[in-house]
Structure formats: structure tokens, C-alpha cells
């Protein structure tokens, strides 16, 4: 019987329709003719999943009992009797209950395919086993039920139920996802808007890396060895040298223009494993690759191009890069093409980058100005002499004839011209002696002696020195002029380049330095300032000329290596005075952050002393009228007269005491000595006793606080004392008509307590402003204190350790969540799924 072909609806997170696409898939084919069956689906309360059920033949599920619990699984045994075309299995991942024939749903499902019987299945992206890890670190939760990467890759399709992040977190708001009860803890941790764009990046990469093995098989298989453009592969060629970190960064680079590009680096060793490498580069450039999200690869050959090219042949690259040929031209002379132009020659479709370097990275280096052309240029210039005088002497020699006089003359001249061009004044003076001499000696009667017998024969060597002077002094200057520019263009991307450091944000004394060393080519720069070292790569050395260099009135530059030329010096004095502008730039910053708390506190302490001068005013103005009133004896009071007025004295001084109370708290938090007293605690002893506090009931509060919530590591007086503050701004901004809920919930190690309502809310750009002392929304209400409370909450929940957040409630109004640890001797017998349908 030919097995049966596997169809999985993967999901980048719980509610993006999985179910419902699988159920629609089934409805579609059954209208085919197809034999269809529903082996077992989990519609979760989903009304449109329940909708979509309908219909469709179920296979009834198998009873276990699993201590003391009915549980309902997928009967196996029932559907391979009833020997469907297709059977429907939902959560491919899930783990079957103790007792069933196997441990795992996916086992199920192969037992089906097995029997020749067609499934389709569904599962998330966090159920894949080598992706646990990777989903943890995203959302916070680990996944009890994995399945193996070999059982989803072995499937015959794979879809990818696609749904927007936003789109998703609406429709969890919108009760579509969970019931109401549920809503705001899953959009504060499993769904919120980054988790669920970074799941459905991994998903669609995931699927990605299957889609791009499928091909590579079906190449191989095929014998297709042409390049596929599917994406971009980029292959860098290393070779241990200092210019692999620039190769990495531009290949990378290249790979990140195209969306799922892909970076290889390659090593290629020699077959006696004896080809010069330095193994500490190649390792620090293997790192370079991983941290830049590429794989590095080895492999081994005696012709470095050809197995270059077949390697890149073999992953399917799209791009190769290699860095430029690190030998002389004369080395190229002698030696032949390079590895770069027999790559270039050999790639075919594949697009070569070849890439320039000086030095591990291209550092930037001023061009010297002394003499106007190099000294390669001079010793190319004898070379020419010496080789190319003979040579013409001996074709002169060849043909000469009595009349070839004037012609030897001018081939002598011609190549002390051509000597002039290349290698400047010297060697064309010494190539115009020694064409003086040569032509004396071969040329002229009597031949093989050197005799200036005749004055014309003296005006002819004079002349060929001062042509070949003349000569060498255009071209010297034309050089010289050359290379002005070239530093004139080189200073100013030296100072552009410094000036752009420190506009994008780069520490621009560390840029100054770092430039200053490697432009004028020194050992080390160091800068002094009042104690502080600022170096750049090696430090000055004590075998090494040194020089200092004034920094304004303060610090000072220690320049490391050779002595700097004038024009050098002029334009380090440039580097000097915008290093000295970076250092005043510096100390005015740390001067201007120094003032902004001292700033805060001038103005925490004008709104104390306005709050003291209003809020404190009343109660003791109440207070002070109540006993006066009481002492005098002119005025007869009635009983019920005196207890009232000792009530409002009374109340006016617990008023008073609670604000000097919240003052001195206050100050606490902000001078950072508030006292916390740390210890496992349970919420149901302090949410209770919060309700005390304010005299409100079950008819006030709607409470929502799961059976077994692990204790937390808090501080009880301060957590009670949130939960006040928090309670009494949600029982005042309610409506009549909606009560305050208070719920908790835990989620990554931690217990988040929601204190929730259904006011007004408070608009985004408040919601930083609320935490601040003496800040009262809207700023009317007198009866409202001085606007402590929320600043009290914060600080306290900060000092336990705990944090203190807002959001919107869905619907309207205000949610105040506080997360608090969960306790360290919290041991919690937990064995509840962690699906990803319910562990959110």
C-alpha cells in the first residue's frame, strides 16, 4: 500500500486561522468527491471554527481517565478502521494523555499515513524542536510540546497561514482569539506586537530554508548545474590576510540588498596543507562571519580559482567577492595572471566583485610630498636606461650605415626622453651619459675609442643633457603637482571624514585620535587630559621618537613614529583645534547633564512648596476653625455639635498626616533610601486588605484571581500601598455602571497584577507624565490630593523590584499593570499543556 502525503498548515502564532484554513481545505475537497473525516479538531470556543465544523463527518474521540479526569484524545484505532481518503488532525505537536498508544500525536499521524491515509494537520513555529530556543528567547516562554524537525520537513506541502501582527493583536481584542478574561494578558506578553513580527519572521525564513532545500535536492536529482537566481548567495573568499574583515563587511553588505540574501565565506588550503595562512586571523575573521549572520567554510585544493569557482558553483551563488592581488607589478610581470583575473575568466554567470584594500580594512593614509615622483618610479627609470641602452645600441649597430648618423643620433635622444618620462632627472642624466658615451664609442670615427675630437661632438652631449633635464623637470613638476592634489583631496576627506564620525554619533575625541594616528602613518597617538588616556591602537613606545603636541590649556597630544613634514603639521594643527572644540563641546554636555537633575529638583521642590501652601492649607484651616469653635465659651453648643466639629477636626488632621506621610515618601524614593522588606508573599493576604483600606466589597470590585498564582517576592506594607493608590484612581474615574477589575495572572516567571478600568484612559503623550509628582489629570479636581499617588506606586514597585506600566484597556479606559518576581521558594506542580493555543 503506497504510504499516505502529509499536508501542514503552519502558523506563526495561535489565532492566525490555521484551524479554519485547514477545515475550509477539507469542506473544498469533500465537495470534490474526496473521502474526508475529521480525526480531531480543538476549536477553542471559536465560534467560526465551530461554524466551519459543521458538516463534516467526525470521528468520535476516545475517553481516558488520567487521575480521576475524563480527557478526550484522537481514537487512532477509529479512524484507521473507518480508512478515510483524507483525515483532518489538528496540533500536529500535541501530547496524547497518558495510557494512549502513543506519546504523541505525530506518531498518530504517521500510524495514518502508514495505512495510506492523506492527513492535514496544523502546528506554530514554536512547536519546532530546533527552534525552542529561539522562541523562548522571543516571547519569555518555553514549549513543553515540541515536535522533530525530520517529522514537519518529511511533510509532502507546507502552507504558511499568514496573518499581520496588527491584525492579529485585533482580533485577540476583539474576542475573536480568547474569551474577555483572557484578552489583556495574552496582548502584554505573548502578543505583543514585536513577539508576533519576530514569529512570523522565523516561520517565513523557516519556510524559506525548506523551500531553498527542496530546490537543491531537485537540482541534484535533475543534474542542474547552472546558476538559479532564487536569491542572492554571496561567497567571500578568504585567505587569512588583513584585508578578510573589508571583504566580510562589503559581502555582507551585498547579501543585506536583497531580501533573504545569504553570506558564505571559504577558505581555501592547500592539498599538503602547507600553503602560508595565519590561523589567528582566519579565526577572528570565522567569528566576524557568524556575528554577521554567515557560515564559513573550508575546503581544500591545489588550484585556489578553480576551487573557488566550484564552490561557488556547488552553493549557488550569485556573487563572489575577492580582494585585489597583493603583489607588484613586477611580480604579476614575471608570475602571470592572478587568482583574480582566472576567476573572473572561469566564473561564468557569476558576478566577481573584486574589492580594494591597504592594510586590514583600507585605512586611510596621506600621500607624502617630497620629491614629485617615487623612488619605484626612479629605479624603474635606471632599469630603462640599463636595459634599453643596449638594446638600442645593438639594433642601431645592426643597420648602421654612413648616412645613419643623424638617425642613431635621434634614437639616443628618444630614449633618454622616454627615461625622463618614467623615472624624472637622475636616471635621464644618467641615460644621457651613457647615450653621450655609447654614441662616441659605437658610432663615431674612430670607432671603439672615446675622443671629443671635434666641438659639435661636445654640443651634442651637452644638448642631450639639457634636453633630458628639461624633460625631467616638466614631468617632475607635473608629478609634484599631482601629488598636491592628491593630499589636497585626501586632507579633506580626512577632515570630512572625522567631521562625519562625530554627526553620526561616533566619540569624536576617539575618532580625532584614531584618524590622527592613522593618517600621518604613526606607531601610536596618545592623548592626555587631566588624568584621562585616550589611545589609538599601540601606544607611544619609549624606543620611538615621541613628540607632544598642546592641546588648548589642558591636555596634551604624544604623537608616536616619524617626524611630520611641514604640511603635516599644518594640518594637525587643524586636528588639534577641532580636537580642543570636541573637548570644550564634551565638558559643556556633561556640565548641561549635571544641571538637568538639579533642574528637576528646583521644580519638584516649587511645586512642594505650592502644593504645601494649598493643599496643606485646608485641612489645617478646617482643623484650626473646629477647635476654636470647640473652645469658645460664648457659644452654646448642642452635643451633635460638638462631635461634628471633633469629626472634621479629626478628619482634616488623618488628611494632613496622610500627605506629610506621602511627602515624606516621596523624598524617600527619590533620595533612594526608601526601606524594603523582601518575602514571599501571596496575593490573596494583600489584595483583601487593599479593599479593607478603602472600605470597598465584592459590589465595588470585580476580582479575577486564579486558583495556585505562585507566591511573589515583594515587600506586603508597599505592595498593599500600590494596590491602594491604583484601586482608588480606577474606583474614581469609573463610570457608575462598570466596576474596577482587579486580575492576575503569571507569564515568564513572573505575576502581573491589572488593575483595570473603563474611564477616560490618559492620551499617549501623558502617559510618561503621570508618574511624576504633583501631576493631576486635568489639574481641576481639588478634592484629588497633590498628585502623588501614581509617583508613590511607581517608586514603590521600582524599590521591590517589581515594575510599573500602563495600557490601553480594550474598549476604553486605563489598565495599570504591576509585574512582580515570582518568589525563589515557589515550587509549583505544574503540568499544564504549554500549547501555544493555551499557554499565552
Do not use: C
Request: aromatic share 4%.
Amino acid at each position: 500500500m503506497a504510504r499516505g502525503r502529509l499536508r501542514v498548515m503552519l502558523g506563526a502564532a495561535p489565532g492566525v486561522g490555521k484551524t479554519y484554513e485547514m477545515l475550509e481545505e477539507g469542506r473544498r475537497l469533500r465537495s470534490l468527491g474526496k473521502d474526508v473525516v475529521v480525526a480531531v479538531v480543538e476549536t477553542h470556543g471559536r465560534a467560526a471554527t465551530a461554524a466551519v465544523l459543521e458538516g463534516l463527518e467526525v470521528v468520535p474521540r476516545r475517553v481516558v481517565t488520567h487521575r480521576g479526569i475524563e480527557l478526550t484524545e484522537l481514537d487512532l484505532d477509529a479512524v484507521l478502521a473507518r480508512a478515510p481518503q483524507i483525515a483532518l488532525v489538528d496540533e500536529l505537536a500535541h501530547t496524547n494523555a497518558p495510557g494512549s498508544a502513543n506519546e504523541k500525536r505525530w506518531q498518530d499521524v504517521d500510524a495514518m499515513l502508514d495505512a495510506g491515509i492523506d492527513v492535514m494537520s496544523t502546528v506554530n513555529i514554536q512547536h519546532i524542536e530546533s527552534l525552542n530556543d529561539v522562541v523562548e528567547q522571543i516571547t519569555g516562554t518555553q514549549q513543553r510540546e515540541t515536535i522533530p524537525d525530520s517529522v514537519l520537513r518529511g511533510a509532502d506541502q507546507i502552507e504558511v497561514v499568514d496573518l499581520a501582527p496588527q491584525a492579529l493583536r485585533d482580533r485577540l481584542a476583539d474576542g475573536v482569539v480568547y474569551p474577555q478574561a483572557r484578552i489583556d494578558a495574552a496582548l502584554s506578553n505573548y502578543f505583543r506586537l514585536g513577539n508576533l513580527t519576530a514569529l512570523r519572521e522565523l516561520a517565513l525564513l523557516w519556510l524559506a530554508d525548506e523551500v531553498d532545500s527542496s530546490l537543491q535536492r531537485y537540482r541534484a536529482e535533475h543534474g542542474i548545474a547552472g546558476k538559479w537566481e532564487a536569491r542572492e548567495r554571496v561567497v567571500v573568499a578568504l585567505t587569512g590576510g588583513p584585508e578578510g574583515d573589508t571583504l566580510l563587511r562589503r559581502g555582507a553588505r551585498i547579501a543585506a540588498r536583497s531580501a533573504g540574501g545569504e553570506l558564505l565565506a571559504v577558505h581555501v588550503t592547500g592539498q599538503d596543507g602547507l600553503r602560508e595562512t595565519n590561523p589567528g586571523a582566519l579565526a577572528a575573521q570565522r567569528s566576524l562571519v557568524e556575528q554577521l549572520g554567515g557560515s564559513y567554510h573550508q575546503v581544500v585544493g591545489s588550484d585556489v580559482p578553480r576551487a573557488l569557482v566550484e564552490f561557488a558553483r556547488g552553493s549557488n551563488a550569485t556573487q563572489l567577492v575577492i580582494g585585489v592581488s597583493r603583489r607588484s607589478r613586477l611580480s604579476a610581470l614575471l608570475t602571470g595572471p592572478g587568482i583574480g583575473s582566472t576567476v573572473i575568466r572561469a566564473s561564468g554567470d557569476i558576478d566577481v566583485h573584486i574589492v580594494s584594500h591597504s592594510r586590514a580594512g583600507g585605512r586611510f593614509s596621506l600621500p607624502r610630498i617630497g620629491g614629485g615622483l617615487t623612488v619605484r618610479r626612479r629605479v624603474y627609470g635606471f632599469a630603462l636606461a640599463l636595459v634599453g641602452g643596449p638594446l638600442l645600441t645593438w639594433l642601431l649597430a645592426s643597420v648602421r650605415s654612413p648616412d645613419s648618423m643623424t638617425s642613431d643620433v635621434l634614437g639616443y635622444q628618444l630614449l633618454v626622453v622616454l627615461v625622463a618620462l618614467v623615472g624624472g632627472i637622475w636616471p635621464a642624466l644618467f641615460a644621457a651619459l651613457l647615450s653621450g658615451v655609447t654614441l662616441d664609442f659605437f658610432f663615431v670615427q674612430p670607432l671603439y675609442t672615446i675622443t671629443i675630437s671635434e666641438p659639435l661632438h661636445l654640443l651634442a652631449l651637452i644638448l642631450f643633457l639639457v634636453i633630458a633635464a628639461l624633460v625631467s623637470i616638466v614631468v617632475d613638476q607635473a608629478a609634484r603637482r599631482t601629488r598636491v592634489a592628491q593630499r589636497a583631496a585626501a586632507e579633506a576627506e580626512l577632515l570630512a571624514t572625522v567631521a562625519g564620525g562625530v554627526i553620526r554619533g561616533e566619540d569624536a575625541i576617539q575618532a580625532l585620535i584614531t584618524r590622527t594616528r592613522e593618517a600621518f602613518g604613526l606607531t601610536g597617538v596618545r592623548f592626555r587630559d587631566q588624568g584621562e588616556v585616550i589611545s589609538a591602537d599601540g601606544e607611544p613606545s619609549d624606543a620611538a621618537h615621541t613628540q607632544t603636541i598642546p592641546v588648548g590649556a589642558r591636555g596634551s597630544l604624544e604623537l608616536s613614529g616619524r617626524d611630520l613634514a611641514a604640511g603635516d603639521r599644518r594640518l594637525l594643527a587643524v586636528i588639534v583645534s577641532q580636537l580642543d572644540a570636541s573637548l570644550e563641546h564634551r565638558d559643556l554636555a556633561a556640565t548641561a547633564s549635571e544641571l538637568g537633575p538639579l533642574a528637576e529638583t528646583d521644580r519638584v521642590r516649587s511645586a512642594l512648596l505650592a502644593a504645601v501652601g494649598h493643599d496643606l492649607r485646608r485641612p489645617l484651616a478646617a482643623a484650626t476653625a473646629a477647635v476654636t469653635t470647640l473652645r469658645q465659651r460664648d457659644i452654646q453648643l448642642t452635643e451633635d455639635d460638638r462631635e461634628a466639629l471633633l469629626e472634621t477636626a479629626e478628619d482634616s488632621l488623618d488628611g494632613l498626616a496622610a500627605l506629610v506621610t506621602n511627602l515624606l515618601d516621596v523624598s524617600r524614593v527619590q533620595a533612594g533610601v526608601l526601606a524594603v522588606t523582601l518575602a514571599p508573599t501571596d496575593l490573596d493576604d494583600i489584595v483583601p486588605s487593599a479593599l479593607d483600606e478603602l472600605a470597598i466589597g465584592p459590589a465595588d470590585v470585580e476580582l479575577d484571581l486564579p486558583a495556585g498564582l505562585p507566591p511573589v517576592e515583594t515587600d506586603a506594607v508597599l505592595l498593599q500601598r500600590v494596590l491602594v493608590n491604583l484601586l482608588s484612581n480606577a474606583l474614581r474615574f469609573s463610570p457608575p455602571d462598570s466596576r474596577p477589575v482587579v486580575a492576575a495572572s503569571e507569564f515568564g516567571g513572573r505575576v502581573q497584577v491589572r488593575v483595570i478600568d473603563h474611564g477616560p484612559g490618559i492620551p499617549d503623550e501623558r502617559r510618561e507624565a503621570v508618574f511624576v509628582p504633583f501631576q493631576r489629570l486635568g489639574d481641576t479636581d481639588n478634592d484629588a490630593g497633590i498628585g502623588l499617588g501614581l509617583a508613590l506606586s511607581k517608586g514603590f514597585a521600582e524599590g521591590m523590584g517589581a515594575t510599573l506600566e500602563t495600557e490601553d484597556t480594550p474598549g476604553g479606559g486605563l489598565t495599570m499593570v504591576v509585574s512582580l518576581p515570582v518568589a525563589a521558594t515557589a515550587s509549583r506542580g505544574n503540568d499544564e499543556d504549554a500549547d501555544g493555543e493555551d499557554a499565552e
